[in-house]
Each structure stands twice: as structure tokens, then as C-alpha cells.
């Protein structure tokens, strides 16, 4: 991880500070500044550094290109007993997600099981984040989103589903939920990318070129697809992302998207959808699900969340762990 | 899929017939013998031979031990307005599934989303045909069961999690539904027990033996661990059902149960989710969801439901296709 840079710690405070005064230059809303800096922050402090502090260079540029309502105010329809629905109007996702978040787990409450759709959004951040806010009120959460066309159906050979995560988190008596966020895409495409960077190949079994050709290079698997994980299994999976959080909630297929970059006139909003489950309703032996967990453990084996939970821990003794050079060009851009 | 096998075809009227003989006489109920025989009926015309008639075979064994209450009445209980119990009283699932059918869709079609706790079951059929009812009914639905301790968590060694069916059906405007089917192990466990049997080995990646080490060898295979589908991803996906469709509905984890022949003393019922969502509620693009299939098929790829749809096609035109010696001994016990 540290490989041949150099890290540093900073006060969460300073942190804060960097990005409040970076993403109000580009030109976000307070309102908008206001989550998307905690979002960052505390993928910081948890070491998912591809989502952290990085992020208000990536939100900058975004802003530049005005493809981003910077300003927009979510627009909230309790669209059923058990729906919420959040329009993001064409701004960033986070805002409409909190903009939802007591509607939707007020729902929750009341019915057992709730949904929450986000349409019309520009999406940056890792659903991660979305579904523990959940589990640190209680509940059990599930989200997933397409992303834009780069992963080819298992047997297929042209980019035509998202990356598409899936995010899944669990409450603990302790308070840190069990959590995992993945990519439905054997790699994640900013890894492929990196890897091109670098002149570096692939493993076997990530991409294939743009004749459908399994490859382990690089660029040539940028000119090509992605490939789902796990094969057919994950394929399919894929395909349920697609549908649930496109389709079912009116909103956009991946290949109806398309990234900045990609040299395409299609737009760069899509939905979201985040199903919420309260335990408290269904009947649960909480019990059961520590015994599960340290069978896990005690085995050798490691839950999704115990890097992250690790690296929190660390971050709120000892601060933000951050790369000199990203800190360098943070204070260039702040 | 013939092998050196041979297959002949017969009525649906023959094979319903042989399987309300077949389960009367091991003790079940005319209401499970209803349900059972149209499950494994469907089953076999979709050339799903694992559960189809074949089940009639390993569902009178099971009769015979005892373990399962053949002649049991599931108590549907209005939970919350989105969450229908169904207590299986120690019987098969499937009646409970049945039982709750008209008052899940009917909350799903008010709520907009539903859920069916299905506790204290006993489980041998497969969940594509339970979210196939689902979307024959216009609801897209998503089911999942823990079964019992045979799959090694990413990174561990000893058996835990089930096998852990994933099965996920969206209706579509012709009438057949995309459904999908699939265990989150590597490989079933069936088709382990198959190549143990004919003493064939295993391809790399399936399974562990009982110090933990990758097996190709079958025998092994069954005395140590299968693996999870898709390394860490799939081991968090079957988490996911582990704790879902067990601590959450108050019903057991894999661990806590046993198949007949384990050589426990534990019980062999335990739990299972299926959760609804009403289209008509969500403000579904449906035109999105068909472009999505054929971008998937015009590409060459497969939808998973494919193969089972035109195996049933031609066995609504030719009778369903049985394999000689299991109809040899199927008309010996009816």
C-alpha cells in the first residue's frame, strides 16, 4: 500500500478544512460541501484512499465540466407506504441520499422494509458509506447502482453493464457494523486504469480486448471490456443491479450512460437504489449473527470490515493518513 | 446431459399422476402432495433433472426418517404491514411459500415492497420456481435460504456457511420471466457427491480438504469443505444470506442445522427470505429492462433462464423428458 510514496498524518479538523474550503472554489453548496466532506473524510480514516481526500480533485474537475447541478436540492416524494423516492436533480448523490435518510428509515420502522431511490444523480462516492450511516441507526441495509458501460456479459465480449457495487451492511451491539462494498466487475476499472498508467498487466480473468479476446494488457483491456466476477454467477448478478437500480425505479441502464471521457454525448446521471431492513421487526436471534461472525474469525478468515475498522481506529488516535503528494496538491487547490 | 443414458418422454398427466401416488404413500398430505408434484412437475419440464421427478425418490427417504412433519399446516402471520411470517411447523417449505402467496403480493402491491419469513422449514426445492410464481404474478422478487455447513469462508478452512442459494426472477411483457438460480458455492454439492460417486476429480478451485489445502480429489472434497463462487465476494455474499435469512427472520445459520447423514444430532429445518417489489409502485421504465436482454443476447451471451424456457416449450409440446431408470423406479414405487 505505501509502495515508494511517502504518507502523513493530519487532524481530522485540518482534513475538513481542506475540503470544505476546495469543494466551496468549485463551486458546491454548503449543503452538498457538507456531506460529500464527510463522505471523504471518513473513507480517509478508514484507508480506502481511492475514495477519500483524493475525491476533491476528482469533484473539482467534475464541477469544471459542468455536468453536475453543483447547487441542485433534492427533490423528496413519499412515493409509497414503504418507498421513498429522492430526486437528485441532477446533483451529486450523497445530498439526496441524506436529504432521504429519515423518510426513508422512519418507513423502515413502520413497515419492516423500506426502499429508497435515488434517480437523476451523479455518482462519486462508495455505497459503503450509505449503508452503515443505516446500521449506525439500526438497520440492516443493502444498495447497489449501475455505473457506465464498461463490463461485458459473461460469454459476451462488449462493455455493456456498470462495475455495478453492491453494498451490504449488518448492525452490531458493539457499533461497528459488519460491512462489505464490491464491484460486480472481476477488478474495479480505476485498477485498470492505474495499471495502464504504469505500462503494468493484468491478472488472467479481468478483461478481455475489443475483439473479445481474453488479455492481460492493460490498455488493451481499456479498448475492450471488463469482465464480471465469479463467471456466470457474477454475470447475473450484474444483471439484477442493472434492473433494480435502473429499470424498476425509472431510471438509466449503464449503457444508456456514459462517463466524461468516454467520448460519448449520452449523460452522466443515473439511479440508485438502497433497500433498508429493520431487524427489529422481522424477528431476529442477534446472537446468532456474533456466532457466525466468530466462526468466521476463529478461523482464520477476516470479515470485509476489519482493515477499515482497524485503520478507523488508528485514525482517530493518531489522524488522517494521507500522501504527501495528494496533501501537496490539496493545499496548492484549497 | 444424455450421457450414456437413456430418456423417454411422458404426459404431464403421467408424471402428476406418479408423483400424487409416490407422496401419498410416504405420508404427506394431499395440500404438500399439491404443491410438492407441481414444483417438481415444473421442474422436470424445464430439464432441471435435480429437482424434478428424481426428487420424489430423496422426498420418501426423507418421509421414511421421520424428520420432516409430512402432514404439517404452516400458520401465516400478518407480521408488519411489509413482513408476512410463515411458520412451515416443521413441514416443507414449499406449502408455507404457498400459503403466504395472496397475502404477500398483496402487501408488496400496497407497500411497494414486501417480505415472507418462511421459519422452521424443511428445504428441497430449488428457489427459482418460488420467484417464478412472483413474477408469473408481475412482482420482481429475490429469495435466498441457508442450507447446511458444507462451504469454507474466503480464507478459512472449516465447513460453515451453506451452499446458499441466491434466486432472483423480473417479469417481463411475453410472459416469461428472467430468473435466476444459482448456489454461492463454487460448485453444488450434488454434483460433488456425483463425482465422488463415479470417482472422478474435481476441477481447481472447488474445494478444500479437511487440513485446508485445495483438492481436486472428490472423496476428499466431501470430507473437508466446498468453496465459495468468486474468492471474497461470493463468501460475502453468502454471508449476507447466512445472516438474513437466519438471524434476522429468528431462524437458524447453516452451522446450526444438518442434513440427514451428516452425522449430527442437529435439526435439519431452518429458514428462508423472499423479498417483493411491486413494479407498478417503483415507476418502472419497462422498455429499459428488454433492451438490457437484448443487448445481452445480440452480443451471443446467455440469459440464464434460457436453457429451462426452451426445455419447457418442447415439453409442453412432447411430454417431460425422464430418464428411463428413474421412471423404472419411480412406476416400482407408486
Not at 486504469?193 to 473479445?212: C, M, N, Q, V
Not at 466476477?229 to 435502473?246: N, P, Q, R, W, Y
Amino acid at each position: 500500500m505505501m509502495n515508494s510514496k511517502t504518507y502523513e498524518r493530519i487532524t481530522r479538523q485540518r482534513a475538513a478544512d481542506l475540503a470544505a474550503a476546495i469543494l466551496t472554489k468549485a463551486g458546491f453548496s454548503a449543503a452538498h460541501v457538507s456531506v460529500m466532506a464527510q463522505n471523504m473524510l471518513d473513507a480517509q480514516a478508514q484507508e480506502c484512499h481511492s475514495h477519500g481526500l483524493y475525491r476533491l480533485i476528482t469533484c473539482s474537475d467534475m464541477a469544471a465540466t459542468g455536468l453536475v447541478n453543483l447547487t441542485a436540492e433534492p427533490k423528496l416524494t413519499d412515493h409509497a407506504p414503504a418507498i421513498v423516492k429522492a430526486d437528485a436533480q441532477g446533483g451529486n448523490s450523497l445530498l439526496a441520499f441524506d436529504t432521504a435518510l429519515d423518510m426513508l428509515t422512519g418507513k423502515a420502522s413502520d413497515s419492516g422494509i423500506a426502499a429508497l431511490a435515488i434517480n437523476n444523480c451523479f455518482h462519486y462516492s462508495a455505497l459503503w458509506w450509505e449503508v452503515e450511516q443505516l446500521s449506525k441507526r439500526g438497520f440492516v441495509a443493502l444498495a447497489m447502482t449501475p455505473t457506465h458501460p464498461y463490463v461485458a456479459p459473461f460469454g459476451g465480449k462488449e462493455p455493456l453493464f456498470g462495475t455495478n457495487p453492491l453494498a451490504f451492511s449488518w448492525p452490531r451491539p458493539e457499533g461497528e457494523p459488519y460491512t462489505f462494498d464490491f464491484a460486480t466487475s472481476a477488478a474495479a476499472r480505476g485498477e485498470v486504469e492505474i495499471r495502464s498508467r504504469r505500462g503494468e498487466s493484468l491478472p488472467a480473468g479481468w478483461a478481455i480486448d475489443k475483439d473479445g479476446n481474453p488479455t492481460t494488457e492493460s490498455e488493451r483491456a481499456l479498448s475492450g471490456a471488463l469482465l464480471p466476477f465469479g463467471g456466470h454467477k457474477g454475470s447475473a448478478i450484474s444483471t439484477m443491479i442493472e434492473l433494480m437500480a435502473g429499470p424498476l425505479i425509472g431510471d438509466m441502464l449503464s449503457s444508456q450512460t456514459s462517463a466524461p471521457g468516454m467520448n460519448s454525448d449520452k449523460g452522466i446521471l443515473h439511479g440508485e437504489l438502497v433497500i433498508v431492513f429493520d431487524p427489529k421487526r422481522f424477528g431476529i436471534s442477534p446472537d446468532s449473527a456474533e456466532t457466525l461472525f466468530r466462526q468466521i474469525t476463529d478461523q482464520g478468515a477476516r470479515l470485509p470490515s476489519q482493515r477499515r475498522r482497524a485503520a478507523r481506529l488508528q485514525s482517530e488516535k493518531d489522524g488522517l493518513l494521507v500522501s504527501s503528494e495528494l496533501l501537496a496538491d490539496l493545499n496548492r487547490m484549497a
